[in-house]
């Protein structure tokens, strides 16, 4: 959740003629990893609780790559850059572990 907000907080500075591009590209993909998380911890299952943290994990990846994108535009500087890429890359190796931890957990009747 603080991610989401980080990203809001960036991209209300970036250009008026970016609202409908990057600014809504980031804040989407942004969301998307919290709202997957959120409806794969719901999900019932570990394979799809599994499906739902790998589609977060994507779009972790994809903002990922718009930071690189807006940086080069000069949207936001690199410190900006460096400080939310560091929280992805955090974000993408718990994810990556809760998948493996996921993916060894024992079969019940649950599912």
Same mark, same amino acid.
């Given at each position: 959740?603080?991610?989401?907000?980080?990203?809001?907080?960036?991209?209300?500075?970036?250009?008026?003629?970016?609202?409908?591009?990057?600014?809504?590209?980031?804040?989407?993909?942004?969301?998307?990893?919290?709202?997957?998380?959120?409806?794969?911890?719901?999900?019932?299952?570990?394979? %799809?609780?599994?499906?739902? #943290?790998? *589609?977060?994990? =994507?779009? /972790? @990846? %994809?903002?990922?790559?718009? #930071?690189? *994108?807006?940086? =080069?535009? /000069? @949207?936001?500087?690199?410190?900006?850059?460096?400080?939310?890429?560091?929280?992805?890359?955090?974000?993408?190796?718990?994810?990556?572990?809760?998948?493996?931890?996921?993916?060894?957990?024992?079969?019940?009747?649950?599912?």
């Amino acid at each position: 959740m603080d991610l989401v907000e980080e990203v809001y907080r960036l991209t209300e500075n970036f250009p008026g003629k970016e609202l409908y591009g990057l600014t809504a590209q980031l804040r989407r993909a942004a969301t998307s990893i919290a709202l997957n998380i959120a409806e794969g911890s719901g999900a019932g299952t570990d394979i %799809e609780f599994k499906r739902f #943290l790998r *589609i977060a994990l =994507r779009s /972790n @990846y %994809e903002l990922m790559c718009g #930071l690189e *994108i807006v940086t =080069r535009l /000069n @949207y936001c500087d690199s410190f900006q850059r460096d400080s939310l890429l560091h929280r992805l890359d955090e974000l993408a190796a718990m994810l990556s572990g809760l998948c493996r931890r996921l993916q060894f957990s024992p079969v019940t009747a649950e599912g």
